[in-house]
């Protein structure tokens, strides 16, 4: 099995997905409204897009940070393939945590903080606003070198973001979003109140 150090490229173009700019320069509105997958959003027609969200993100209780490498424990891993060897802190971006999971060999969860809410949205118009336990959390799915990777960025405090990914080789967005809600609320439970 390769080594972490030999997934570095892909996991370089991760971090182009999560946060790069230049992702949006390729970027295009596309007309209509992104429907998210199941487990993301009880109410459908309550779906907004980028242009459509006009007030602050809900955030029903701020919640403080805990180390990046505790929010996906090994068993909160194996709904999605299971851990495959240790955590790596500071990937694919500095505060995150990636866990390289069985069933292909690039398959990664990920979770950690990131900038705030409404900067990560701008970068991802695509994306779509969806609740997670009374928290936004902006959903976005893209295939990446063949695989389907989906980022949340759910809103924690208005400087933060609890941010969340998942990458899976032949998964379709629906599943892959699908599995990243139960990760995102794993995680989101995780942190203390502040």
């Known amino acids: 099995m390769p080594k972490f150090r030999d997934r570095l490229p892909r996991l370089l173009v991760l971090c182009v997905l999560i946060g790069g700019p230049a992702l949006t320069g390729c970027a295009s509105d596309v007309a209509g409204t992104p429907i998210p997958a199941a487990g993301f959003h009880d109410q459908p027609e309550a779906t907004q897009t980028r242009s459509a969200i006009a007030t602050p993100p809900s955030i029903p209780g701020p919640r403080g940070e805990v180390d ?14 299971g851990a495959v060897g240790p955590p790596h802190p500071g990937n694919p971006v500095p505060g ?4 390289l999971l069985g069933g292909h060999p690039d398959n990664t969860a990920a979770a950690g903080f990131h900038e ?3 900067v990560l949205a701008k970068r991802q118009p695509r994306g779509v606003e969806v609740d ?12 990446v070198t063949g695989y389907q990777t989906c980022t949340a960025a759910t809103a924690i ?7 969340t990914m998942l990458s899976l080789k032949d998964a379709s967005a629906a599943d892959t979003a699908d599995r990243l809600f ?7 439970r995780k942190l203390p109140p502040t």
């Open 96 to 99: 995150a945590c990636a866990h």
């Open 68 to 81: 990046p490498c505790t929010l996906l424990a090994p068993a909160d891993l194996v709904p999605v393939g």
């Open 132 to 143: 997670v336990l009374g928290y936004s959390s902006w959903l976005y799915c893209e295939p």
């Open 116 to 118: 705030p809410y409404p």
């Open 157 to 163: 405090r208005s400087d933060r973001s609890l941010l």
């Open 182 to 188: 139960g990760l995102t609320t794993t995680a989101l």
